[in-house]
């Protein structure tokens, strides 16, 4: 049984961002040589989280309207007030109540069991920032 733990790194450009890195992990995943096991991907941030979804632009469009519909930007919250970094974001801090932080992955055969139409996302909620990362356990034979 082998334990890797991996991070990649990227930036993000908008306010809210679906960023599909579905590619990104299946490259580090075969790069590591574990052909069996569990991938566990897990945002490094309280304001960006990871999801399993369709990749479809215009899914991708629907799902950020709906996100800024669900919770406003210019909602009167208490965070605002004193906000710890100087970024108004307590919006993104509530949109994150209906995300997870992380996602498991089966790997068998050195592919993830996924289904035909998903993708794994890493949802930026106070974007845009110069560098956001996932870090990626792996754990198998």
């Known amino acids: 049984m082998q334990y890797i733990i991996q991070k990649i790194s990227f930036p993000t450009t908008e306010p809210i961002e679906i960023v599909d890195i579905t590619e990104k992990?299946?490259?580090?995943?075969?790069?590591?040589?574990?052909?069996?096991?569990?991938?566990?991907?897990?945002?490094?941030?309280?304001?960006?989280?990871?999801?399993?979804?369709?990749?479809?632009?215009?899914?991708?469009?629907?799902?950020?309207?709906?996100?800024?519909?669900?919770?406003?930007?210019?909602?009167?919250?208490?965070h605002n007030l004193k906000p710890i970094d100087g970024r108004d974001n307590a919006h993104a801090h509530l949109m994150g109540l209906f995300m997870n932080t992380s996602e498991s992955i089966p790997l068998s055969a050195g592919k993830f069991i996924l289904g035909e139409w998903q993708s794994v996302f890493f949802i930026e909620l106070d974007g845009p920032r110069e560098?956001?990362?996932v870090t990626i356990q792996i754990i198998g034979e």
């Open 131 to 133: 560098k956001r990362s």
């Open 25 to 78: 992990v299946k490259a580090l995943v075969a790069d590591c040589g574990i052909t069996n096991g569990l991938v566990t991907l897990i945002s490094n941030h309280t304001t960006a989280y990871i999801n399993i979804n369709e990749r479809e632009e215009m899914l991708l469009k629907d799902m950020a309207t709906y996100l800024k519909r669900l919770v406003p930007r210019d909602g009167d919250y208490l």
